[in-house]
């Protein structure tokens, strides 16, 4: 059992950064892929970003390449989700995942352990 705790959230005005972090209860985060989603009122949960478990390859959902970046430290059981750029369409609550895999998905429902969530505001 992993237990995943996110913060950095807030409220931000447009063009703002934010950096979420990902902290694993346990020493293993290194055997899991890692995922980052969203979810916005009234809206399915979306792929943020994902970072494989050994080769740290990323990807990232379309609506937020080029402005948001997955980072892992392995040594701290942490992930990072770097934000900059923001709109007012990314306000949403961002949840951490681990799929325990080789390589990330896109689909939330392949994941094994969740965190609890961690809201994002953006002002326009």
């Known amino acids: 059992q992993v237990a995943l705790v996110e913060s950095g959230g807030g409220l931000v005005q447009a063009g703002g950064s934010l950096r979420l972090s990902c902290v694993a209860s346990a020493r293993t985060l290194i055997t899991y892929a890692m995922g980052w989603f969203r979810q916005a009122p009234g809206k399915e949960r979306e792929f943020v970003a994902g970072?494989?478990?050994?080769?740290?390859?990323?990807g990232y959902g379309d609506s937020v390449k080029g402005r948001f970046t997955i980072s892992r430290d392995n040594a701290k059981n942490t992930v990072y989700l770097q934000m900059n750029s923001l709109k007012p369409e990314d306000a949403a609550v961002y949840y951490c995942a681990a799929l325990r895999r080789v390589t990330f998905t896109t689909n939330p429902n392949d994941y094994d352990y969740w965190g609890q969530g961690t809201q994002v505001t953006v002002s326009a």
């Open positions: 970072i494989s478990r050994s080769t740290g390859s990323t």
